[in-house]
C-alpha cells in the first residue's frame, strides 16, 4: 500500500507491524462525499462490512476496529436537539 492524498479521498497513513504485538497493518482513510452527496430528510443508516479472505476465495469475517464518523449540514432554526451521551454511557464493557 501506498499513502496518497487528494481533495476528495485519500489513505494518509498505513502502519505496517512492529512485532511487538499481534497488530495487522492499519490504515487510515477518508472520503468526502463532496461531489456526489448522499442525501437524506429524516435519518441516516450506514452499515460497514469488513471481510477477509480464506483459501479457496472463502470470506473470512473480519474483527477489524473501525470507526467512522458523518457530518451533515441542515438549514436552522430547527428543534433543540438530545443531550450526547456522556463518556460513561459510549464504553463498550465486555
Known sequence: YTTYSTPFQGMH?????????????????YRWHVMDPIRFENDLRVTIQALGWRSNARYLPGQHDISSVAYWYQTLPTAPFPELPNRDQLEIVN
Open 13 to 29: 497513513q498505513m502502519l505496517k507491524p512492529d512485532g511487538t504485538y499481534q497488530a495487522e497493518h492499519r490504515h487510515a482513510m
